[in-house]
T-cell receptor, first 114, second 111 residues
Framework: EPEVTQTPSHQVTQMGQEVILRCVPISNHLYFYWYRQILGQKVEFLVSFYNNEISEKSEIFDDQFSVERPDGSNFTLKIRSTKLEDSAMYFC????????????FGSGTRLTVV | QQPVQSPQAVILREGEDAVINCSSSKALYSVHWYRQKHGEAPVFLMILLKGGEQKGHDKISASFNEKKQQSSLYLTASQLSYSGTYFCGTQTNFGNEKLTFGTGTRLTIIP
């Protein structure tokens, strides 16, 4: 069964450093999303991406965040200057076009900011 | 605004049944259900669309009451593998807009 792949699985970074989280969505999916989950808490929407541009973003997704699809397969989330409160599990998800489609989530990147 | 799920947590013995509810204050187009095991990604279970349909596979089914903007997930004859946190995710429009996830329900099945 096709998978969404995320790397790295765990990243530890110092406060103020830049991090790039990587995702390879399922090849025939056209809609991509980033969500985050602070330990044991709710799953929060960050940003959605379609046709090489952001289609929606949440208030969490401020100027410190950016997304890119640098080639035909990768989808990245960059945090320019990490804060302690950015520590969370970050999930990438993708779905095919049209309604009535479930999301396929990647296995996540655990980001720890120290 | 985040959908509210109830109960927050439930403990069952193997073979017992459970119902998990998801309520939204907004008019919904669709409700998704996902299960997340500890340390893993959410896994899609099913989707229900506006129209009040009921869906199911195996011993897990769900309903969507459009008038009340509520969905319920039914787990019958629970198995150990059903343990995890269940999230509903809602959409207010047709298409591929973001999912807004509910508060989550932790389900523990004991032998």
């Amino acid at each position: 069964e096709p998978e969404v792949t995320q790397t790295p699985s765990h990243q530890v970074t110092q406060m103020g450093q830049e991090v790039i989280l990587r995702c390879v969505p399922i090849s025939n999916h056209l809609y991509f999303y980033w969500y985050r989950q602070i330990l044991g808490q709710k799953v929060e929407f960050l940003v959605s991406f379609y046709n090489n541009e952001i289609s929606e973003k949440s208030e969490i997704f401020d100027d410190q965040f950016s997304v890119e699809r640098p080639d035909g397969s990768n989808f990245t989330l960059k945090i320019r200057s990490t804060k302690l409160e950015d520590s969370a599990m970050y999930f990438c998800a993708s779905t095919r076009t049209g309604a009535a489609r479930g999301y396929t989530f990647g296995s996540g990147t655990r980001l720890t900011v120290v | 605004q985040q959908p509210v799920q109830s109960p927050q947590a439930v403990i069952l013995r193997e073979g017992e049944d459970a119902v998990i509810n998801c309520s939204s204050s907004k008019a919904l187009y669709s409700v998704h259900w996902y299960r997340q095991k500890h340390g893993e990604a959410p896994v899609f279970l099913m989707i229900l669309l506006k129209g009040g349909e009921q869906k199911g596979h195996d011993k897990i089914s769900a309903s969507f009451n459009e008038k009340k903007q509520q969905s319920s997930l039914y787990l019958t004859a629970s198995q150990l593998s059903y343990s995890g946190t269940y999230f509903c995710g809602t959409q207010t429009n047709f298409g591929n807009e973001k999912l807004t996830f509910g508060t989550g329900t932790r389900l523990t099945i004991i032998p």
